[in-house]
């Protein structure tokens, strides 16, 4: 049975006392997790040991890093590896977010090795995919985010596959309130699975977790969540309010 994960992206928001505040309440909030079920808050790098300690370990609760390095260590000021994740007791990571690939650059081959550090360090990457308004428009998103997995993810291994995370997140629909319809994200993690299943078989595809991103919040989980190939959600703006989460939370599928 493949996971179903609500993840929490923070970007670059809340003071360490507003963070650790949020995490404080969203645990004391009465969702009760599957074995299946995750939930992931990727926060702001220096706040990952503090908001580790605070979330004290909950079962199936962990905290994730925004970011890391596609180096394992050396010159690169201002950078996290992957070995440092792991050092520092972070499982997770989300990798290539739309924000990153825009603002920073990131290619699809950088990504490719940054997936590398983090399998080689035994950090579990969160794959983020997604199309701009005018590939959506051109409607040639599928090829877009094919050749967003195959040059990024089509290196590794059935095993290393086995069980992936993959979130996709169309970028016209992050942030704006604008929401792919639940048709639209079916479609494309529809698409998704079969270009995995392409490559590795359907019987890896079926364990491959593909949550969505984009104006996920409380009155649109359940629904997005209950298409047959979403796994879960990736969720920025409604992360930040501790009600919309745990709503979020709990339209996460069994
Ligand atoms: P949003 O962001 O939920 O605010 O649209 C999603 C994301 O960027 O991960």
Redesign the pocket.
């Known amino acids: 049975m493949r996971k179903q994960i609500a993840a929490a992206?923070w970007?670059m928001n809340l003071s360490l006392e507003e963070g650790l505040d949020l995490i404080e309440k969203l645990l004391q909030k009465d969702f009760d997790l599957k074995s299946n079920q995750l939930v992931l808050v990727a926060v702001p790098s220096l706040y990952l040991i503090p908001a580790k300690e605070k979330s004290g370990g909950k079962e199936n609760v962990f905290v994730a890093a925004q970011n890391c390095s596609s180096k394992n260590n050396g010159a690169f000021t201002g950078e996290i590896s992957a070995a440092m994740l792991t050092s520092a007791g972070i499982k997770y990571v989300l990798i290539g977010?739309?924000?990153r690939r825009e603002h920073h650059g990131e290619t699809n081959a950088e990504l490719a090795e940054k997936i590398n550090r983090c399998l080689e360090n035994n950090v579990i990457p969160v794959f983020c995919c997604g199309e701009p308004l005018d590939v959506r428009e051109a409607h040639t998103h599928n090829s877009y985010v094919e050749d967003q997995i195959s040059e990024s993810l089509f290196h590794l291994s059935a095993a290393q596959m086995n069980g992936f995370i993959i979130?996709y997140?169309p970028i016209w629909?992050?942030?704006?309130g604008k929401t792919a319809s639940s048709q639209q994200a079916q479609e494309m993690h529809l698409h998704i699975r079969n270009v995995i299943a392409a490559k590795y078989g359907q019987g890896v595809a079926e364990t491959v977790s593909i949550l969505y991103?984009?104006?996920?919040k409380g009155a649109n989980a359940s629904e997005i969540f209950g298409q047959p190939d979403v796994d879960g959600g990736?969720?920025?703006?409604?992360?930040l309010i501790v009600d919309e989460f745990s709503t979020i939370i709990k339209g996460l599928k069994q």
């Not at 629909?173 to 704006?176: E, F, S």
């Not at 991103?213 to 996920?216: A, I, N, P, W």
């Not at 990736?234 to 992360?239: C, D, F, P, Q």
Request: proline fraction near 0%; glycine fraction near 24%.
């Open positions: 992206n970007k977010h739309s924000e979130a997140e629909a992050i942030g704006t991103g984009g104006s996920v990736l969720v920025g703006g409604a992360s």
